[in-house]
């Protein structure tokens, strides 16, 4: 699979079909609508979600974002992976969903060599169009792989960037099964920053609590996990730079379908883009998947009110 990341490409490939490992689960009839406002004339925007807490979170401030300037909007959570979503875009099931830009051009072309969000974005426009699907601006937010360590070890070895890991030669290494395979993974790990002499322990759950505790508790002196984990903050964890690209851009995009694409939408979805940061995605998953448990319906409102989207 070139160097993408499969723990969402599984999204895309055949289970962030796996992804759903992080899934917040859906209940119910998944492609029965859940909201609905009015709006001003013109297509209706259904707006979907894969079937993780996440997406559910930013399909909400696509939704409500887009009610705020007038669109006549509804929503379909909880969908599944790109092989159901794809296809509700198509059909009209669906006509907006918040995507990733890496994973959704390894979608269209499993061998992609775009490494960079300009590089990514640039590729993504013909790769859709396929479909006569269309994207829009992407977002500085990204949810990515990332090799993370703890603070104590990164301070006390010098670690800054994932060529800086042959300093701790000979270390475990904790991710998903596929992790052992992927090209930015430990393949990508010696081919591209000639870290080769690593024990990989595979661990079922994407980054989720059973990575963090075998990192925190030194099973595994460096783990796979996604950037947006609320973990890397409160469990006071380093993502380490990535200077040689292996691992590619993610940034949330907005994906759509040709039939509603206007000005106005564009103008409405870029400027969501313009405020989502990585900090913005940790913090509104905290806040639903955390302690507090807030619905991705509050949690949006409170974004959006905060970025002035409202």
């Known amino acids: 699979m070139s160097i993408f990341k499969k723990g969402r490409i599984a999204i895309g490939v055949v289970a962030v079909g796996a992804v759903v490992a992080l899934a917040g689960c859906a209940t119910g009839d998944p492609t029965a609508p859940e909201t609905a ?22 399909g909400e401030i696509y939704a409500q974002a887009l009610t705020a300037q007038g669109f006549d909007v509804s929503t379909k959570f909880n969908i599944g992976p790109r092989q159901q979503t794809i296809p509700a875009l198509q059909d009209g099931s669906i006509n907006l969903i918040p995507e990733y830009n890496g994973n959704l051009l390894a979608y269209y072309d499993t061998e992609y060599t775009e490494r960079t969000t300009a590089d990514v974005d640039g590729a993504l426009g013909d790769a859709v169009a396929k479909d006569d699907l269309v994207v829009y601006k992407s977002a500085a937010a990204e949810d990515k792989d990332a090799y993370v360590v703890t603070k104590e070890t990164a301070d006390k070895n010098g670690l800054k960037a994932i060529g800086d890991l042959s300093k701790i030669e000979p270390f475990s290494l904790g991710a998903n099964p596929q992790f052992g395979e992927l090209g930015y993974g430990i393949p990508g790990l010696k081919s591209v920053y000639k870290v080769s002499d690593v024990t990989f322990v595979p661990i079922e759950d994407f980054g989720g609590p059973d990575t963090v505790k075998a990192l925190t508790d030194n099973t595994v002196q460096v783990a796979d996990i996604y950037t947006t984990s609320p973990d890397i903050k409160s469990k006071n964890l380093v993502v380490l730079d990535d200077p040689e690209n292996l691992i590619s851009a993610q940034n949330v995009i907005p994906l759509l379908s040709s039939k509603i694409a206007s000005d106005k939408l564009e103008k409405a979805l870029d400027a969501v883009s313009a405020k989502l940061t990585t900090d913005d995605l940790i913090e509104l998953r905290d806040r639903v998947e955390g302690d507090e448990k807030a619905s991705a319906n509050t949690a949006a409102k409170d974004w959006l009110d905060k970025a002035g989207l409202l």
């Open 37 to 58: 406002s009015g709006g001003d004339s013109g297509d209706a925007i259904v707006v979907g979600s894969f079937a993780f807490p996440e997406s559910e979170i930013l």
